[in-house]
């Protein structure tokens, strides 16, 4: 068990939708990452906060979007969902987020959305 | 940009067999590399790391050397379990990027059969 909660497991909707994937992250740990991963792309950055704050974006859609609220949970918000954002989504922690450090992230088990 | 390479899988072998995974990059700065495993149902967890040239990172009979005149970070592990069935990722960060975080490869499938 890594520590960091992702909900829910599976989510299953249909295009045009908004979805709201949640992440508790390690306890202590203040940065948060989202991943995207799936079969054609790979793992593929999405967005990181640290402390509440967006630290760094990377391939991000314009109808995505995520925070982290004070309490350090992270939730990221998918919209106007298409076929092709079924994926696997993860989010991991790390302490500082500093890559600097060489910090190992952990990782949640992930959120399989599907869209229909 | 920064990127990693790794081959494409699935890879299929024997218990007790010899297993590699080649890693290249591309990086703008000096990276640090990785090597996360997925373990089916689970989320990434990091198997080793390498931060200098010629370091070599290891863990559960696991070994990559970090070669920078060749821009490689093959996986290497001299007898595979059916425990070891999994996907392998190969990433780097770049410390001198700003804040860039892990940049992973498209993995690697692991089938070990008995």
């Known amino acids: 068990d890594s520590g960091v909660t992702q909900t829910p497991k599976h989510l299953i909707t249909a295009t045009g939708q908004r979805v709201t994937l949640r992440c508790s992250p390690r306890s202590g740990d203040l940065s948060v990452y989202w991943y995207q991963q799936s079969l054609d792309q790979g793992l593929q950055f999405l967005i990181q906060?640290?402390?509440?704050?967006?630290?760094a974006k990377g391939n991000i859609l314009e109808r995505f979007s995520a925070q982290q609220f004070p309490d350090l949970h992270s939730e990221l918000n998918l919209s106007s969902l298409e076929l092709g954002d079924s994926a696997l989504y993860f989010c991991?922690?790390?302490?500082?987020?500093?890559?600097?450090?060489?910090?190992?992230?952990?990782f949640g088990s992930g959120t399989q959305l599907s869209v229909l | 940009g920064d990127s990693v390479t790794q081959m494409e899988g699935p890879v299929t072998l024997s218990e007790e067999a010899f297993l590699t995974i080649n890693c290249t990059y591309t990086?703008?700065?000096?990276?640090?590399l990785f090597w996360y495993v997925q373990y089916p149902g689970e989320g990434l967890q990091l198997l080793l790391k390498?931060?200098?040239?010629?370091d070599k990172g290891s863990n559960k009979g696991f070994e990559a050397t970090y070669r920078k005149e060749t821009t490689s970070f093959h996986l290497e592990k001299g007898s595979v379990q059916v425990s070891d069935s999994a996907v392998y990722f190969c990433?780097?960060?770049?410390?001198?990027?700003?804040?860039?975080?892990?940049?992973f490869g498209k993995g690697t499938r692991l089938s070990v059969i008995a």
């Open positions: 991991a922690s790390s302490v500082t987020g500093n890559p600097t450090l060489n910090e190992k992230l952990f």
């Open positions: 990433a780097l960060s770049v410390s001198n990027s700003g804040n860039t975080p892990l940049v």
């Open positions: 990086a703008t700065g000096y990276p640090s």
């Open positions: 390498a931060t200098k040239a010629d």
């Open positions: 906060y640290y402390n509440g704050e967006e630290r």
